[in-house]
Structure formats: C-alpha cells, structure tokens
C-alpha cells in the first residue's frame, strides 16, 4: 500500500478518494472519478499552482478584493462589488493544465506527472472582460495581449522580472474572456483563484490566472519567466525561450473512463466503455472508440447535455467483449474539422499531450 500524501490544508475540503495528491500544488482527479455529471464536482476537480497560493486571509472579504485595470481608455481600479454591477455571465468550459498527459512522455519531462486528470469540466461565473473594457472606455490603441496578474508573490530568486505570477494572452482571447467570482454556483474558493480569476475559455489552464489583481492590455507580452521561458513548445532538450511557440489554446482531446482499472478484469458480454471529449476552442463533433488499439473505430454517441463548446462531452459505446486483452482508445474531432492524432507533439516539458494512443487503457475480459 503506497502512503498516500494529505491534502493541503487549503484544499482540505477536497474528496481524498477522488484525488491523486501529488504535492500540496498539484493534486490530479483519478481517471475513474470524474462522476457521471457533466460538470465536474468542485470536490474533485484538479488543483494547479506555481508557487504556494496567497494566504486564506484574502478570502475574508470578497467583494472588497480590487482589480486594477490598465492599458484601458480610463484606467481605473474596480472592486468584485464593482464588477458585479458590470454584467453577468455564465460559462461552462474545460480547465485543463498545459502538463496534463505529461506522464505519457517516454522522454520524462520535468514536472508533475499528471496522467489525465489535470482537467476538468466546470462552470464559472463572472463578467465578461468585455463589458468591464467598455465601461473603461475600451482597450487602448495598439495593444496586441491581455495580460493578467496574479495575487500571490512568487519566492525570491525565481524570477529577475516580476514577483508576480503573470500571463499574456493574444488580444482576440479577450471576446469569450470573463472575470469570474463563482465556480458552480458557489463563491469561487481559494483553491481555485478567489476572490477573482480570469478565465480565458478554449485556453490552457496556466492562461487563467488565479487571485487577479491587475488585467492590463499590452503592447508586449509580460517578461515574467513564466510567460517568456516556461509553457512553452521547446524542442526535447531545450529550456525555454520567447522564440518558441507559447502554449495557448487547446487541441481537440478525449479519453476513455471506463473500464478505466486495468487490474480489475471485466466480464465478457456486453460492456459499456465512456469517456469524455472536448474539442479545444471550437466544440467536439465527433468521438470515435476502437477496442482493437486503433485499427478500427467505431463512432460513439454523445450522452448528456451540451454546455457550449468549450465544455466537454461525455461519450459511451457498447461493445460486445469475448474475452481476451483489449487495448481501448478513443478520438475526437471539433468543427473546424481537427482530429485528435494517434502521435503527441513532442516538446521538453510535456505540454499539450492529445495523442490518442498515449491515452489509451489495457483491459482484460474474461
Ligand atoms: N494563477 C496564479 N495566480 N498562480 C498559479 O500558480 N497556476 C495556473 C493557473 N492559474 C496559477 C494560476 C496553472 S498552471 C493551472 S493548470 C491552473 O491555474 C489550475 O487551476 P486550478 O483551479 O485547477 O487549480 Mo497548468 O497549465
């Protein structure tokens, strides 16, 4: 029996069997426990940070919690009661970490080895950027990013540039972009940014900053390491740098739930595998299940709602199962025509992993 590792004290109120506790920042949903509700329950969702996040304290008083806003007609600084009188939107959508899959990478990429649930399907709740830019007058003449600040410091020493967790985003990010307060209908907890995240839908998880203090529309993207060095699509065995590819919107991407435990064998017959499918920034159309390890394919249905395209969908296939060893994988395509490939993208740190086969699960029938 492995010694499982505790939850952090700020997410303590997460459902322990549900989770992979990496280390008290990253802490992963199992690949069988992401529920039947298409929403992904905020006890079980995933929990990324950098650096330690920002102490409880800032939690106490919400609506208090001000936002700077710059690169802006009227710059101005709004607090969350402010931004509540703004507008009102709610959005459902995949948040995914930039690593999730890293696992899968025969290289070994430094970093959490996240397998599938570094992901999840929730809905947050909030401002649309663009309401609170028109208010203040519009975005500035020739910015090209949205650039968002986080809230906690990070260590001495990490960073020459900035104490700041920051990330710039291409200005167009900005049209389904919102300032949310709420994750599921509940108050957003620290966990996951409170008192105020912005949320850049169809975008990695890494894009929607946490505790945020400033949104700035800029000329440049931000110097912080993590914007100009890390997340970043380098070549195996190259660190960073600002002339590579930043990593930003996500490809389509599927995996299959069940049967998710290869070491439980599972009975001939009828067996019904699913999954779940997202399409990146455009939605998932079609989801394709082989049982034979990608030789063949067959096409699965949707099954449940249909939140919007950022959302995921959940799929299932019945298949008849003699026994014998299964490999079984799935694909997506979304609207703009993109299918999930069978190979990654191979790059230094393991981002963007969609590769088909690298999800894939061995079973057993019997
Ligand atoms: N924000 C801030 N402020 N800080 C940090 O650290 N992280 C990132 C995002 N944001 C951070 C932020 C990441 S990296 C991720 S994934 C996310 O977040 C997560 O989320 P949650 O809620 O789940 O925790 Mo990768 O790409």
């Not at 507008?87 to 996240?114: D, E, I």
């Not at 003449?141 to 900035?162: C, K, Q, R, S, W």
């Not at 740098?241 to 290869?262: H, N, Y």
Request: include cysteine; aromatic fraction near 8%.
């Amino acid at each position: 029996v492995s010694a499982a590792k505790p939850l952090p004290d700020y997410a303590k109120w997460k459902n322990a069997d549900s989770l992979i506790v990496h280390s008290a920042n990253t802490i992963e949903t199992r690949r069988d426990a992401f529920g039947s509700s298409v929403v992904t329950p905020l006890d079980r969702l995933f929990v990324r940070n950098n650096v330690s996040p920002p102490s409880e304290s800032i939690m106490a008083d919400p609506d208090s919690w001000a936002l700077e806003v710059n690169g802006v007609g009227k710059p101005a600084t709004l607090t969350v009661a402010q931004l509540k009188t703004l507008g009102l939107q709610a959005l459902p959508m995949v948040l995914q970490c930039s690593g999730n899959g890293r696992a899968y990478f025969p290289h070994k990429p430094g970093g959490t080895q996240w397998q599938v649930g570094a992901a999840g399907c929730v809905i947050f709740t909030g401002v649309p950027v663009a309401a609170v830019v028109k208010a203040l007058g519009g975005v500035a003449d020739g910015m090209v990013y949205m650039t968002g600040t986080g809230g906690e410091e990070i260590p001495a020493g990490l960073d020459p540039n900035t104490v700041r967790v920051e990330r710039s985003v291409p200005l167009e990010a900005m049209k389904d972009a919102i300032l949310a307060w709420e994750v599921n209908g509940e108050p957003l907890p620290l966990a996951h940014g409170g008192p105020l995240r912005l949320i850049v839908p169809g975008y990695t998880g890494v894009n929607n900053v946490k505790y945020l203090k400033q949104l700035a529309f800029t000329k440049e993207q931000s110097p912080a390491s993590i914007q100009q060095n890390s997340y970043r699509m380098t070549d195996i065995g190259v660190k960073g740098g600002p002339k590579f590819p930043a990593v930003w919107e996500m490809p389509p991407k599927s995996w299959v739930t069940l049967p998710s435990d290869p070491a439980k064998p599972i009975k001939a017959g009828k067996v019904v595998i699913t999954g779940l499918a997202m399409g990146g920034v455009d939605a998932a159309t079609k989801i394709e299940v082989s049982v034979n390890g990608g030789k063949d394919w067959q096409e699965a249905q949707f099954v449940g709602p249909d939140l919007g395209k950022y959302a995921w969908r959940q799929f299932a296939l019945t298949a008849d199962l003699k026994p014998g060893s299964y490999n079984i994988a799935s694909r997506t395509t979304n609207a703009k025509g993109e299918t999930q490939p069978a190979d990654r993208v191979e790059n230094n740190r393991g981002y963007n992993n969609n590769s088909w086969r690298d999800h894939m699960v061995a079973i057993k029938v019997v």
